[in-house]
């Protein structure tokens, strides 16, 4: 067979493969579609680096269907239980072992598939944790302090190995990965949620994480305080003093922000997309959160949808209350910026916080002319490009 029917072959299998664990379940099928496939001859058995599951062609022709979706399955679990980009400080060999042990008994259990011995995978694929229970019911970590130090008598003692973990860390970097893999989860979960024809269910192992990202364990109220600690007060040190503007010296404005924090510009999406259960909580949930401060933080509340209505100055949490809204068109994010630089920038915001459903396209960061920004997004669907993020999910 020549070289060019031998890649056909390959990718034929490595495609039917996936089209098979779509139709058994989808919202793993689904996320495999985000994995390009690939073949490495310097590969004994097969691995991922987070973008591309990789086989090698001598391994890849000795699998049967089944063991070729075990495998698969395997690499994939890998990407989405975050192990590629986790245990940097742990040792090598022992946390790749914890993490198949993991990998394999989650797969088991929720495919409802018999623990099986293959020569090609070297024995029965390791699933148990050294405690006798399945690894399914443990995190890579907790079966890390588990397992002896040495590698090759853990290895004796827990099975066959199924691949290579080599190009862990090779690709994007892990903050990268970790957002655009968080974001295909959601979008996986949506799909299975909203589609009557997609076949499966979502797996209790993947509902767990999908939990986690649709409540972050951060409150954005939290967030609000360390983006208003960190990137406003670093960012008020920075701009001249502008009592100094015609000096030939750069001075930095020494505000009290120990104390207080004056002029953040809190905008307000009220297009059409915003219904008023979300604009009444999202209201609320400023309200609250400026409360917090103890009248310590101040500024100007603003509304916008495809124009921005004028700020109105808040001092305290009672007149901010008595602010109300405007809009009801599109959306626009650019206006925002466009706005402060017309008629603000003779005082500028020493921060902006916007809070949106982010159904619009986002400007470039040097619209900011360098104000820190904070979006409040209103669901777990839309992340923005630049700034910080936070969420106010309506429940």
Known sequence: MNEANKVREYTERLLASRIRILLSSGFYGLLLMHLKLAIDEGLETAATDGERVYFSPEFLCRLSDDELDFIMMHELLHVVLQHCFRGENLQHGRYNIACDIVINSTIFHESGRVPFSCETLGGEPMHLAPDGKEGYLHTAEEVYEMLPSQPDVTLSLTGGVVDDHSKWGKGKTPAELRDKWNRHIIDAAISIENDSNMRGTIPVMAQRIIDSLRNPSVDWRTLLNDFVTEEICDYSFSPPDRRFSESPFFLPDFNDVDRSVRNVLFMCDTS?????????????????????????????????????????????????????????????????????????????????????????PFPKESATAGIPVLWLIVNDKITPPWGRVGRVLVE
């Open 272 to 360: 059409a997309s915003i219904s008023n259960k979300i604009l009444a909580q999202i209201f609320s949930e400023v309200v609250w959160a400026i409360s917090q401060f103890g009248g310590k933080l101040s500024g100007k509340l603003g509304f916008f949808d495809t124009v921005v209505y004028e700020p109105i100055p808040f001092a305290n949490e009672d007149e901010l209350k008595s602010i109300k809204p405007k809009g009801g068109g599109g959306t626009d994010f650019e206006i925002i910026f466009t706005y402060v630089a017309e008629h603000m920038m003779g005082d500028p915001p020493v921060g902006i916080i916007i809070l949106t459903d982010g159904y619009a």
